[in-house]
């Protein structure tokens, strides 16, 4: 038995960061914790790891065996590098609106990527669904990351007790948005065992239907788009099932974007779009409460897989984006 460890050993435990202008701007302390930092580049690393380790203590996971996976990009990565590691063959279906650093990054991995055209979920030709019919036509053991709850528990285990002793139970608010909601589900649950004051906040983008899900009760979506990638749910998932948030938010992409930009410029942080709304979420947060609060939220992936898009001013010019300060949108 050796004293150091491989790489699935070093999925989370990662580092609390301060977002300095935010923070200032809010009189609370507003903490990024940082996922882009996972060895795969994402939060959905350790949905990856819990998933594979619940499958593998249940005995449906043997050794060389394949795991299909319908993924906006980053749990196929996080699956495909956990996957290396253990001896797993990993075959990725993706859809087509996806950035292309990820596509690229999945094939120079070594997963097998089957791109499909985006479809909705009821349409049985949706990247989730295909990778499904796929699982039972060939065998392979299909992740499930929306329904199996494998995944939130790994964030109520790992997320929700790192961030407890990171702010030495400080934390007053937890924010995060809801791609197959594991993060928001698990990680609020466990805090709020630990302290039942601690709000759970879910910052949504328009076209997404847990705000108003969780606002309405209904899952109304016909409000607008986003650009940001792996959020965005549309129906009440296994792992967002008897959740029940303090608060909700729709946030605007240009309030995202408009973060993003600042922390790059101005922090040395490089961020994708999910990790601004995250951020918008916290502010409007903050300030609903007032100042004196701990708002932590997730830095979910970085600004590598977009270069093409976010940080490409071509791409920008033609989005309805803009690149404008961020005292005129917060
Ligand atoms: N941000 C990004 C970039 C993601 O890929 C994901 C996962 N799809 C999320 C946020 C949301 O995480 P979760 O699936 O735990 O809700």
């Known amino acids: ?141 299909w992740a499930n990351q929306f329904d199996n709850t494998a995944n939130r528990q790994i964030h109520y285990h790992t997320t929700g007790p790192e961030i407890w002793e990171q702010t030495e139970g400080r934390v007053t608010g937890f924010v995060a948005s809801v791609g197959t909601g594991g993060t928001l589900a698990g990680t609020s649950t466990y805090l709020k065992e630990r302290n039942p004051q601690i709000a759970s906040v879910c910052a949504d983008p328009y076209g997404a239907a847990m705000w108003s899900w969780f606002k309405n009760n209904n899952l109304e979506t016909n409000d607008g788009d986003s650009f940001a990638e792996g959020i965005g749910q549309g129906r009440v998932t296994k792992n967002i099932e008897g959740l029940n948030v303090d608060e909700a938010y729709r946030i605007e992409d240009q309030v995202a974007f408009s973060i993003i930009q600042q922390l790059r410029r101005e922090e040395g942080l490089f961020l994708g779009l999910s990790s601004g709304i995250n951020l918008a979420g916290a502010v409007r947060f903050a300030r609903q409460r007032g100042p004196g609060q701990t708002i932590v939220t997730i830095l979910c992936d970085s600004g590598h897989k977009y270069i093409s898009k976010l940080y490409n001013p071509e791409w920008v010019g033609k989005s309805s984006l803009k690149d404008l300060p961020l005292d005129s949108v917060l």
Do not use: C
């Not at 809010?26 to 990856?48: C, H, Q, W, Y």
């Open 1 to 141: 038995m050796s004293r150091y460890q491989g790489v699935s050993h070093f999925i989370g435990h990662t580092p609390l960061i301060r977002l300095q202008r935010l923070s200032e701007l809010t009189g609370s302390e507003i903490l990024g914790k940082a996922e882009f930092m996972n060895p795969g580049g994402s939060v959905k690393d350790r949905a990856a790891l819990g998933i594979i380790e619940a499958a593998e203590a249940k005995g449906e996971l043997q050794p060389g065996a394949t795991i299909i996976e319908g993924t906006a990009g980053n749990t196929g990565i996080g699956l495909t590098v956990v996957g290396q590691s253990k001896g797993y063959r990993t075959v990725i279906v993706i859809p087509d609106n996806q950035s292309p650093e990820k596509i690229q990054l999945l094939r120079a991995l070594g997963a097998e990527v089957i791109v499909v055209p985006e479809k909705p979920y009821k349409d049985p030709g949706n990247y989730n669904k295909v990778a499904q019919r796929l699982a039972g036509e060939r065998g392979y053991f």
